[in-house]
Nanobody, 120 residues
Framework: VQLVESGGGTVQAGGSLRLSCVGSGYTISTYCMGWFRQAPGKEREGVATVTTIGGGTDYANSVKGRFTISRDNAKNTVYLRMDSLKPEDTAMYYC???????????????WGQGTQVTVS
């Protein structure tokens, strides 16, 4: 099982980015998927999750209304669309796969290497 994130970069405040997470070695439709982030000196926090069946979503309060998680099972890919970015969104962003949908990192089994997002 391997997860590879991409799409990070540097953007000005108010801008947008779309992160992608491609899975290999398994079918992402069988897992709940989540996006997490970790800023220097801070704990890893849940940003958004999407379930397997029905595609139900959940978001951290800090990103509600600005971020959108989606999945394309045919492409084995999960996306995180980030709009109205703020400097406090600066962090390393990780995607993860688990058996239960949760914003708690410890509920997830498989992790990608991360992609850096910097908002200036």
């Amino acid at each position: 099982v391997q997860l590879v994130e991409s799409g990070g970069g540097t953007v000005q405040a108010g801008g947008s980015l779309r992160l992608s997470c491609v899975g290999s070695g398994y079918t992402i439709s069988t897992y709940c998927m989540g996006w997490f982030r970790q800023a220097p000196g801070k704990e890893r926090e849940g940003v958004a999750t999407v379930t397997t069946i029905g595609g139900g979503t959940d978001y951290a309060n800090s990103v509600k209304g600005r971020f959108t998680i989606s999945r394309d099972n045919a492409k084995n890919t999960v996306y995180l669309r980030m709009d109205s970015l703020k400097p406090e969104d600066t962090a390393m962003y990780y995607c993860a796969a688990g058996s239960r949908s949760s914003l708690l990192p410890q509920r997830y089994t498989y992790w990608g290497q991360g992609t850096q997002v910097t908002v200036s």
